[in-house]
């Protein structure tokens, strides 16, 4: 299975320090970044707020490599045009707070970017079925969302092991993503599971070195891939 994916790495700016965004993006890039990640918070979906458009808009103009937004909101519809339009490549739906998930989904398509969904903790993968075929990635939160710095819940493994067999049952190559309390203690655990889009964000802007931990994350999950 090592040669059917490629892990990506997607440090989370949500545990970066925002006076110094431009600074800590070029870090992990240095690293070797695939994506950077931008969780977006209402207060009402999720009990944090976060940012916004123009931060995406100012984000895009410094990045080097494609911005994955997580709009963790609960009228993603009224803004999802927005955020493609100030930059971002991929972006991900909750499928908690959406009635019309299909019709999202394609309506992201459509803009240009590239249709993820995702899932918390006490969301069943039957929520993904009408929808499998549909999706470009699947992002399994493994934390509640709404704070970064959380730890792993461990039967977020078996639920990306049920994701992956929902999308391959349906002819679907998608990436799964898996965000929360990614890390080295868990790493190999969430690729083993079939995660290869992995967010970090403590893990990686929590140390001293940011490009260092992105690189280090990036050989531990690849090792972890080429045992899978």
Do not use: C
């Amino acid at each position: 299975m090592s040669g059917r994916f490629r892990v990506q790495i997607a440090p989370s700016i949500l545990s970066a320090d925002f006076a110094a965004l431009g600074a800590a993006i070029a870090a992990v890039e240095r690293g070797g970044a695939d994506l950077i990640h931008v969780d977006v918070m209402d207060g009402h979906f999720v009990p944090n707020i976060t940012i916004g458009v123009p931060v995406v808009r100012a984000i895009h103009k410094v990045a080097r490599v494609p911005l994955d937004v997580h709009l963790m909101i609960e009228e993603p519809d009224r803004f999802v045009e927005e955020f493609v339009t100030a930059g971002a490549a991929m972006v991900s739906v909750h499928a908690e707070v959406l009635p019309h998930l299909h019709r999202t989904l394609h309506l992201i398509k459509a803009l240009g970017a590239r249709a993820g969904v995702a899932i918390n903790p006490s969301t069943p993968v039957s929520a993904l079925e009408d929808v499998a075929g549909d999706v470009d990635h699947v992002l399994v939160m493994s934390v509640n969302p709404g704070f970064g710095g959380q730890t792993f819940i461990a039967r977020s493994e078996s639920k990306i092991r049920a994701v992956r067999e929902l999308l391959e049952k349906n002819g679907n190559p998608a990436p799964i993503e898996v965000d929360g309390g990614v890390d080295a203690t868990t790493v190999a655990r969430v690729v083993a599971a079939g995660a290869t889009i992995l967010v970090a964000g403590q893990a990686i802007f929590g140390s001293p070195d940011a490009e260092a931990a992105t690189r280090g994350l990036r050989a531990a999950a690849e090792a972890a891939l080429a045992a899978r």
